[in-house]
């Protein structure tokens, strides 16, 4: 299995969220144990949260939400990295949310998707100029 860099930050914060929250876990068994109780959908397996720790495998939306719900943190932190940018003035304000998921989106692209979509911005912002 290929290295993914968006999986694997993702287990990193995951685990990070855990330690940060005090949530004492042995291991991907105690995990799923102690993630079933609170998901109110499909339980998962040990694998499968073996999976999330180590980096293979994203959770399904709902259970990224059981996670974010239950560790008190947000899914744009814990999918991508961020959940605020600062302002001018140096206060953190929360990001909107279409411009959050755009931005969730466009981290995710390869560098040639990037150059392609930032090459059909440019004629797009062509047309409106030339209007």
């Not at 685990?15 to 109110?40: C, I, K, M, S, Y």
């Not at 040990?46 to 959770?59: D, E, I, M, R, Y």
């Not at 466009?106 to 059909?120: C, G, I, K, S």
Request: aromatic share 6%.
């Amino acid at each position: 299995m290929a290295y993914d860099p968006v999986k694997q930050a993702f287990s990193e914060r995951l685990r990070l969220a855990l330690r940060e929250r005090g949530v004492a876990v042995r291991g991907p068994t105690d995990l799923a144990l102690q993630f079933n109780l609170r998901h109110r959908g499909q339980p998962v397996s040990t694998q499968a949260v073996h999976k999330w720790l180590s980096g293979k495998a994203l959770p399904t939306r709902d259970k990224i939400r059981t996670l974010c719900e239950w560790l008190g943190i947000q899914e744009s932190w814990l999918l991508f990295g961020f959940n605020s940018v600062a302002s001018r003035g140096g206060r953190v304000e929360e990001l909107p949310g279409d411009v959050s998921r755009l931005t969730a989106s466009l981290r995710v692209l390869t560098p040639r998707q990037r150059e392609l979509l930032e090459a059909l911005l440019r004629e797009f912002q062509r047309d409106i100029t030339d209007q």
